[in-house]
């Protein structure tokens, strides 16, 4: 399958710089849109598509038709070393701190496209006169609109649109969304920065993929589009047509973007953005897996503590002593002492015998201690014993 590409980053009309960029390097093509302070956003989303191209060059070559796609394991394996060199750049640089980037990256093969996508940028698929949306953001508002909290509609105009729940260069691990399709002769990929979809709507996306047959002119109309409407955001949007015939290897085409070098950064703060991310996080599935952990654990541990308990009664129950009674002589289960107050033996027989006049006795001094037994037979043989030798004791003679 040969891909014809057009391409094209512009300002827009409200910002002072643009901190989108995007990579054409077939097989391999990518939009990024960065964020952060000062320069954060122009670095970010240079440095995660260098990386990108550098990793493609040496790693992500689709040789293989086998197994998921082309090249998707390389892909997002290079994906993830972006993501570690923003998070080290952002470390050793402080006017970089809590920069991040979007990234929607698609490597084809014959018949094939990878589609590695994490953040608001978006691929669609132009097939038959339908436009599909191959990707889903990840925003806070995207995730309301999923949980019936707001309308799509509602999602569009909402104060908190842009607040990202996944970017790359914010979280040691970064989750990567993957799919692979099948391409055919005919059909167009778009992939755009949300400065594209948050100005113009779908229809008129559309309309402007079916009416514009070359890629750069169909390019040049969305991003004139996107202006007309306001043009609030920096837009990148970059256009794949799959016809029939080889491909014809890369053009050596790479990091373009369109940026004036000036001004202060207009976009909100990333803290506020990256906390209002946390919060987003913290409601969101690693909570819930989060419970079911914290569950497991408490199931284990009264199973634990159940079979302590069981062990325990069983021990006890197979104690016996000889022990005292309200001053006679007694047979007990259990053992003769008490935890926290809870009695552990059960009184079995009371004797007629005295338990003052037993301990005046030396082998029976401890007697109101308990003098334990194997067993209640052991226990009888015991009274018998001290019963003898009260019986055996001279009339007044003190031990
Ligand atoms: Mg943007």
Redesign the pocket.
Known sequence: MKVRVGARSDIGRARERNE?AYLLKEPLFAVA?GMGGHRGGDVASSLALEILEAGDTAEAAPESTEGEGPASRPLVATISRANHALLERAESDRELRGMGTTLTAVVTDDARAFVAHIGDSRAYLLRDRILQQLTEDHTLVQRMVREGRITPAEAGTHPQRSVLTRALGVEEDVSVDELTLDVHSGDRLLLC???LTTMVDRERIQEILEQEKEPQAACDKLIDAANRAGGD??VTVVVLDFIDGAAEGGDGETVVRDRPEKGPPPRPAPEQAREEDADAKRSGPRRQVRWWRVAMWVAVIIAVLAAVLVGARLYIDRQWYVGDAGGRVAIYNGIPTDILGFDLSNLRQTTELSTAEAERLQPWRSLSDGITAGSFEEAQALVEQIRRDLQSLPAGRSP
């Open positions: 989108d849109d920065t949300d400065g955001d920096n």
